[in-house]
């Protein structure tokens, strides 16, 4: 890859604009994708992107280019694109250069992107998903990244982060029965894809001949998949700070006042040891630090980047991620739930594994009705009978606000710690 001279960009760049951010993004990657027991392709990708935002007067532009030698024509593009957007409303700046907190960066050296490791990971997931002979694997795919990220800019910030990522994926089918298992991380060592494909061809095979639904309210456990894509996803648009500077979160206006029980509290904790995000600063240059949501039910913080912010006339709480065209979104890094902890399958229950169309979920409203899938009635810790087909409904914010408890054992996901969750008298749709 060749060497770009960003002082020399964010050099040429204040002549024309009053701020200037450099972000270049430098990956290698590979993907084997696996058809009915055989490798149907093998994808491998090496880059360089680079993307510039100006101010001017208050407006921000961005550009980004794949081609370093075109870094002008890029920044030219991004002070066109300036003078075309609307002004930022109380703009503040770039963030300032500051001494970053102690950490490490997502790095595993043993993450090497070689086709010889992908092979492994999925031949070993092929071995795991052999402990159910009845399953059938349909497909199954393994990735494996290594990258680093720089961020720069005209107010003294230079920060660079290396990032490496291994993903497994696998579904299989028994009868009429799927089931689908996944797992990433940036650490080689807490990857376990016997496991990852043992449990693929479990959840087909367990999820067969299963029986029908009565339409009534039941005790129901979701899973940390179920949790996360729920849950955790309505909730994060819903303190997102565009959302909340836009009107489309229910929570405008309710900032320190109590929306949830007392018993639960949430937090973005960047650094949390089990997470995967570990940063240290976010994709402006932001630093980042722990950040109460929620706490004992009092909605305390909503998350914002610096645009946000600036609108809010609030800080940045350091949740800027980059997305393909450079352009920045706010997320979490890495959310935890804290609720009261029990043996959430002890007691009769309907498990739920999976949901089918969590995005359709209202974020004005928290209103939701989504199918189910791989879902158990349970009790004393293990699955009795499966479930043919359901659907649950409820509002995620009267959840939050009611008789829910979690696990203690958690899944880690990319930006989230998730336990299961059980919540009393949900609606079920036979």
């Known amino acids: 890859m060749s060497e770009v001279d960003i002082e020399k960009i964010l050099s040429y760049g204040e002549k024309f604009a009053d701020e200037v951010e450099v972000f ?13 027991m055989a490798v149907s392709s093998v994808f491998e990708h090496a880059g360089q992107s680079i993307y510039v935002r ?12 794949s081609d370093p030698s075109r870094w002008k ?3 030219e593009v991004a002070i066109s694109s300036a003078k075309l957007s609307e002004p930022v409303t109380g703009w503040t700046g770039f963030p300032e250069k500051s001494a970053l907190p102690k950490g490490q960066d997502p790095f595993d050296a043993k993450i090497t992107v070689t086709p010889d490791l992908a092979a492994e990971y ?3 997931m092929n071995a795991g998903a052999s402990a159910h002979p009845e399953a059938r694997v349909v497909t199954a795919e393994v990735s494996l990244l290594a990258g680093v990220s720089t961020v720069a800019n005209s107010n003294g910030v230079h920060y660079t982060r290396q990032m490496s990522d291994i993903s497994l994926g696998m579904d299989a089918i028994c009868d009429n029965s799927t089931g689908y298992d996944s797992d990433s991380s940036p650490f080689l060592e807490r990857i376990n894809p016997e496991k990852i494909g043992e449990q693929t061809s479990f959840w087909a095979t367990a999820s067969r001949n299963g029986v029908n639904v009565e339409t009534k309210k039941y005790d129901v456990v979701l899973s940390e998949h179920a949790v996360e894509s729920l849950i955790f996803g309505l909730f994060s648009d819903t303190v997102n700070g565009k959302n909340v500077l836009t009107g489309k979160s229910v929570y405008v206006g309710h900032l320190g006042e109590e929306v949830m029980s007392p018993s639960v509290s949430i937090s973005d904790v960047p650094m949390d040891k089990e997470g995967s995000a570990w940063k240290r600063f976010d994709t402006e240059g932001t630093l980042t630090s722990d950040v109460e949501i929620v706490k004992n039910g009092v909605l ?4 914002y980047d610096a645009k ?8 940045s709480t350091g949740n800027a991620h980059r997305s393909g065209n450079g ?6 890094h890495c959310m935890r739930i804290s609720a009261p902890v029990s043996d959430v399958l002890e007691k009769p229950c309907m498990y739920v594994r999976e949901v089918i169309g969590a995005h359709t979920a209202n974020p004005l409203t928290g209103e939701f009705s989504v199918e189910v899938a791989n879902a158990f009635f349970a009790e004393s810790g293990r699955f009795v009978q499966p479930v043919k087909k359901a659907m649950i409904s409820g509002n995620v914010f009267d959840i939050l606000r009611g008789d829910v408890s979690i696990s203690a054992e ?6 989230a710690v998730v336990p299961k969750m059980r919540i009393s008298g949900m609606q079920v749709i036979g």
């Open 308 to 315: 946000t912010a600036s609108q809010a006339k609030t800080i």
């Open 54 to 65: 100006v101010v001017k007067d208050n407006h921000i532009g961005v550009s980004g280019t």
């Open 122 to 124: 999925l031949e070993r």
């Open 300 to 303: 305390s913080s909503f998350l």
């Open 24 to 36: 270049i993004l430098d990956y290698t990657d590979i993907s084997l994708e696996q058809r009915e």
């Open 327 to 332: 352009a920045t979104y706010i997320d979490p």
């Open 410 to 415: 958690t899944k880690t996901f990319d930006n």
């Open 73 to 75: 024509d890029c920044l």
